[in-house]
């Protein structure tokens, strides 16, 4: 048996959302005449208290339009480091928007208000427009770290008086409200768009949506066919996200308590130099500066155990859907 810890991306259809995706009724969506994809807008959208969605292939295809919609040529978005919008997205902010990014540091990739504020770029021609303030949360390259919303509220209240929109990376949101039991409705009000992977521990196949005002969102549906992202019968992957929504939520917090006891496990190796806490479902090691991570993943590989590099002595491993207590005591007994 394999076990499957780099990403939780990983998971595959169980019987049930088959079914679902199956029995879709679908339609052609580039006519917005999918009734499945539709409904998966509708619902996704009033969950976060937000007019419109827009069903996308991926996060990075979210994320990307999202940007290109707040942004013109030559502006600027401010967002912390360890950005996936920055560091995991091909360049798209530059490639795609014309755009520059103004990178701060983070507690884990989590942003302050303050130091947003001190970047703010004042009205003078020398200096690009500050046009977009991006959060992520979960963060990923900060172990799965998560915001307090009273932080984003500060957040949001200078970008009000800045007038600069507020736009989330909310691949993985559903970790974090599980485990802040804040209600979706508030990042609603705080975010102007956010993007929301399905694909990720809710555990479809395949999509994102994007969330926003109705016009924010019809100018995201054009250059989403700009992109070439404009699809046909996605109302069977629609269906997945829909039975995804209703059904996977709750549960991510066994991934979270999963990810603990990996974490717990790790620490005590010789070889791990620390652990970053361990928020959600990523767990992200430090190793000793001798080992090479590569090196590392590769001995783990040999023991069935899949993890991913993340960085020259770090390593990731994400729990899931398809990781059991089964999977975690026989990962106990290889890891030893
Ligand atoms: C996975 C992920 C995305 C989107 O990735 P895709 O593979 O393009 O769906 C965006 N942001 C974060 C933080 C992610 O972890």
């Known amino acids: 048996m394999t076990i499957e810890l780099r990403s939780d991306t990983f998971t595959k259809p169980t019987p049930a959302m088959l079914e679902a995706m199956f029995t879709a009724e679908v339609g ?10 539709i409904a998966l807008e509708q619902k996704a959208a009033n969950m976060f208290g937000y007019e419109a969605a827009l069903f996308c ?16 040529q030559g502006d600027e978005v401010i967002c912390d480091a ?6 995991y997205e091909g360049g798209g902010i530059a490639a795609n928007s014309l755009a520059s990014v103004n990178l701060l540091e983070g507690d884990r990739g989590r942003l302050k208000a303050w130091q947003i504020k001190e970047v703010i770029q004042p009205d003078n021609i020398h200096h690009p427009i500050s046009a977009l ?17 009273t932080d984003i509220q500060e957040i ?4 009000v008086a800045n007038n600069i929109p507020l736009h989330l990376d909310g691949a993985r949101i559903f970790n974090a409200l599980v485990e802040t039991e804040e209600s979706p409705l508030e990042y609603g009000k705080v975010f102007d768009s956010m993007s929301v992977c399905l694909s990720k521990g809710l555990g479809t196949p395949i999509g ?16 989403r066919k700009r992109l070439g992202g404009g699809w046909r019968q996605a109302g069977y992957l629609a269906a997945a996200g829909i039975y995804a929504l209703d059904h996977n939520i709750n549960r991510l917090k066994e991934d979270h308590a999963r990810a603990s006891i990996i974490g717990e496990t790790m620490a005590k190796l010789p070889e791990v130099e620390n ?34 590099t993340f960085g020259k002595h770090q390593v990731r491993f994400v729990t899931h859907l398809d990781f059991t207590d089964d999977h975690l005591t026989e990962f106990q007994k290889r890891i030893l």
Do not use: W
């Not at 303030?133 to 919303?149: C, F, I, R």
């Open 82 to 87: 360890l950005s996936h919008i920055y560091l």
């Open 28 to 37: 052609d969506d580039v006519f917005e005449d999918d009734p499945t994809v």
């Open 133 to 149: 303030v991006s959060l992520e949360n979960t963060v990923n390259k900060g172990g799965g770290a998560y915001y307090q919303l």
């Open 275 to 308: 652990v970053l806490p361990v928020d959600t479902n990523i767990v992200i090691l430090n190793l000793n500066h001798k080992i090479l991570a590569a090196d590392y993943v590769q001995q783990l590989n040999a023991k069935g155990i899949r993890a991913t």
């Open 208 to 223: 994102s949506v994007l969330l926003g005002t109705k016009a924010f969102i019809k100018k995201a549906k054009r250059v």
């Open 156 to 159: 949001k209240q200078l970008c």
């Open 57 to 72: 292939t991926s996060g990075t295809m979210t994320n990307q339009i999202a940007i290109n919609v707040h942004v013109k």
